[in-house]
Structures are given as C-alpha cells and as structure tokens.
C-alpha cells in the first residue's frame, strides 16, 4: 500500500525531476552537488530541439544516465512516458508522474494533501493529473504493481520489402496515379535483381524502396491538400481535441511575403482553407507540368531535380555493385534521409546532404567508407 500523509522533508538542498537528457545537459550538471542533489529521471529519451537541428547526435542513456549519477548523491530513473502513454493516454501526464515519483521517495517536502490541493486549484485536468501523480506514486513505492510497460508507438511490426514496396507504391497512386508508382515499382525491381544477382541480400533494395519513394513524393501544395482533405488528419483532430476552430500557419511560396533573412513567413488562414484545399487536390495532374503554377517557384524545381538526380544514380550504383561497395551504396541510397524541412529549412538540409554524399562518391566504385561522425547530446 502506498503511503499517505506528510513526508520528512526532503534532505537534500536540490532536486531534479527530469528527462535524463535534460537532467544529463551541461546547464543541469553544473548545478548539481554531488553531496546535495537528488535526481529522478524519466528514463524514456525524448528528443529534443538539439537532435532536430543536428541529426549526427544520438542519444545513449545508459551513459547520460551514468553521467548524472556520478553528479547526485541519490539517483533513480522510471520509464514515466511510457507510464503516462499506457495509464493516461497523453505523454503529456509524463511530468506529474514524475513528481509523483519524487514525492513518493521523500524528496519533495510538500504534504500530499498540499499537493493534492494544488492540483485541485490549478483547474485543468484534475482526475488525470491526481491519477499521474498517484502512478508515480506507486512506481517508487511498489512498480511490481503496475503493468509491464511498453511504449505504443514502438510497437509497430518492421514491414519486409515486399511489403515496403507494395505500402509505398499504394501511396503514390494516391499521390499521383498508376503510372507513376509503376516507374517506382519497375525501379526497385530492377534493384533487386541486380543485387540478388551478385549475392548481397537485399539491403540495398529496401534503401531504395523507402528514398525512392521519399523523393518522388515529395510535400508539394496538391500533396498538403490531398493529405489535409482525406479524412485521417480529421479524425486524430476529433480524437485529440474537443471543439475549437482550426487555422492553418502556412507560407505558400506565390503568396508569402520574406522576412528580413529572405526567408518565407508564414500566415494564418482560417478554416475557409479546408475548402480550398478539396479543390486544389483534384488539380495534383498538373503537377510539374508546364501548367502547373507551384512548379515554376525554385523548391519546387529543387525537389523535381533531386528526384531525377536519385533516380538516375540509383540505376548507376545498381549496375555497379558487388561486395567491396554494397555498403557504400546504401550509404548514398540513404542520403535522402538527411533531407528535411520545408523552404530554407529544407534548402540549408539539401545542402548539407549534397555534401556528404560527394564525400560518399569519392570512394565509388572501389568502396570503402569515410569515419563516421556522431555526437552525444549533452557530452561535454
């Protein structure tokens, strides 16, 4: 049973209730004594700003979770959004589920009927955020309690490649027509025979069913409308969220002004855009013709031109492979993963991509591959 009622104070002069890669950052180590804090941890990582802007970061835990250690005199972790995932449905309970989690190992010197109360005069989602705390309560208390926990979203099967190639090219009927997922399908069977053929499995195959797909569907307006009008984005709004009206932050390349850096700003367009957005869908047959209008603005051209470029090299290093260079070919293959983004965002990523994938070609067709670099996040 969990204990009720007041808790000693806390005796530690600092207490840290965190992501670990948040508590495992430069700022929070700083601040830690390691005679004087105590430290609990959400043990799931969660990706932050960092490791958006700089894909080459990984996260290790274990050894975030040693580096904060060595920082606090006590330490303990709980996988808390994955408890907030299977108990409440929202990644959002993560925080009070990890006071909770605090409270109960006698480092928050508040009473639980103050905690209560002040959950209570805080007004939003009362019962959620009382059951949160309770579930961190009993995470430090008695976790055999609770039920073996597994984060949804990693529970998706991996799909095969037949399985690959048939999702993918369903997606672009839908983006485009037959036709085109034909030019896809004729692509990643010409691929796959040519590595069966020289006896390297199929690896190479699967980077390019997913980046050649990615490449070819590239997030264009008739793209945007199509995916805003088809009934999914609907229906995760009404399973989310309950009443309101929805306005839609967009910086269309034909109507958006430039701030001082050159860059497009976004603007706000009400719900009158859902209607816009069914019509421009039924148009998507222009796309990248000479009747198009989006397609004459430069990321469009980009997009069209990194397509074509991927689609031709792929047949080049497809006809050249054998076992010195199967590695490197799936190292380009998967150079479109390094793309992201939209206008300068997307701009700045092709960039940077372009870059190492001319590294990437230096060694072809010999093989070989150039040192990888990674950085820990919050490694000093």
Known sequence: MISTGRVPPASADAVIACDLVVAASGDAIGLMDVGRTVASANADVTPTSEFIRDRSKTFESQMLAARVKRQARDFGTLDAESLALMYLNDAIYTNMIMVGY?????????????????????????????????????????????????????????????????DRASRLVAYQNEDYAKQYRDLVAKVRADEEKAGLGE?????????????????????????????????????????????????????????????LKKKPFGPWMKT???????????????????????ERKMERQLRDDYLEKVVTLSEGLNKKNHELAIAI????????GYGHVKEAS???????????????????????????????
């Open 102 to 166: 605090a409270w109960q190992k006698g480092h928050i010197p508040v009473s639980l009927r103050g905690l209560y109360r002040a959950i209570k005069l805080n007004g939003v989602k009362i019962e959620e955020n009382m059951k949160a705390f309770d579930v961190g309560r009993l995470a430090a208390a008695d976790p055999d309690r609770l039920e073996q926990t597994h984060d949804p979203r990693g529970d998706a099967k991996p799909m095969t490649l037949d399985e690959i190639i048939d």
């Open 333 to 340: 293959a998967c150079i479109p993963d390094e793309i992201r």
């Open 203 to 263: 690896g190479f195959t699967t980077a390019v069913a997913k980046y050649a797909f990615k490449v070819m569907a590239y997030k264009d307006e008739y793209e945007v409308a199509r995916l805003h009008t088809d009934g999914t984005f609907e229906k995760k709004l009404r399973e989310t969220f309950h009443g309101g009206k929805i306005q839609y932050h967009m910086a269309p390349p034909i109507l958006a002004k430039k701030d001082a850096n050159g860059h």
């Open 276 to 298: 816009a957005f069914k019509i421009m869908k039924r148009f998507k047959g222009l796309r990248g013709t000479r009747f198009d209008p989006f397609g004459w603005t430069e």
């Open 350 to 380: 092709v960039e940077a991509a372009k870059g190492h994938e001319d590294e990437l070609w230096k060694n072809w067709p010999q093989g070989g591959m150039p040192a990888k670099k990674k950085t820990l996040i919050a490694a000093e």
